[in-house]
């Protein structure tokens, strides 16, 4: 089993940074993907960004060149840097990691962290 501990959430004005952290402990392999998704009322829960264990990202376009996420291997952590945040970026932030075993994903999730931008 793997566990996952969020978090940075909070209250921010708009074009504010927050700072999401996720740190994974348990069963983890070596090879993964961690990364963030998010969910806002209403609306369906949405890929953010996402890092692969060997450095590779990927981000939603309506977050590219205002979010970075980064990861620290050796502490099992992934972090959400949001600049230039915007109102419809609130939402509750849930982390994520996916790993393969034995040709099996195994996809693990936070408990989420609220996130809320005020116009």
């Known amino acids: 089993q793997v566990q996952l501990a969020e978090s940075g959430g909070g209250l921010v004005q708009t074009g504010g940074s927050l700072r999401l952290s996720c740190a994974a402990s348990?069963?983890?392999?070596?090879?993964?993907?961690m990364g963030w998704y998010r969910q806002a009322p209403g609306k369906q829960r949405e890929s953010v960004a996402h890092?692969?264990?060997?450095?590779?990202?990927n981000y939603a376009d309506s977050v590219k060149g205002r979010f970075t996420i980064a990861r620290d291997n050796a502490k099992n952590t992934v972090y959400l840097q949001m600049n230039s945040l915007k109102p419809e970026d609130t939402a509750v932030y849930y982390c994520?990691?996916?790993?393969?075993?034995?040709?099996?994903?195994?996809?693990?999730w936070g408990q989420g962290t609220q996130v809320t931008v005020s116009s």
């Open positions: 890092v692969t264990s060997g450095g590779s990202t």
């Open positions: 994520n990691l996916a790993q393969l075993v034995y040709s099996t994903q195994y996809d693990y």
């Open positions: 348990g069963s983890i392999f070596s090879l993964n993907t």
